[in-house]
């Protein structure tokens, strides 16, 4: 039994999408921005394949400079992330920061995640 009537297509943020202009009624970026190089790239190739009202689910660990490893380069704010947003002509349906539903470490209770809604 198929329990999901779409496909799940992925893609890499570092490079542009392999979608046409528009394609997409919604997508989800989740725990990806924070790893690629161009955050700026990332962000213009959502908007790119989204649909004019098109909605992104974005989850996006927020980090502190101690909390940087080999694989979050960035750090990242609730505020930073929100001019990313404005940039790129997504307007924020409902957003929240809270503690990250996944941990590096058990104990680790300030790492945050931003949580949006976003609609093009």
Not at 23 to 35: E, M, P
């Amino acid at each position: 039994m198929d329990l999901c009537e779409r496909n799940i297509i992925y893609g890499n943020l570092d490079k542009k999408l392999p979608f046409d202009d528009n394609i997409f009624d919604y997508a989800i970026c989740t725990n990806a921005i924070d790893h690629i190089q161009d955050i700026q790239n990332g962000f213009f190739e959502l908007n790119r394949i989204l649909k004019q009202n098109g909605i992104l689910f974005l989850y996006v660990h927020l980090r502190k400079k101690h909390q940087l490893n080999k694989g979050h380069i960035h750090i990242l704010t609730q505020e930073i992330v929100n001019d990313y947003i404005k940039e790129n002509n997504f307007k924020i349906i409902a957003q929240k920061v809270c503690q990250d539903w996944v941990n590096d470490k058990k104990n680790e209770k300030e790492r945050m995640a931003l949580y949006s809604v976003l609609k093009k």
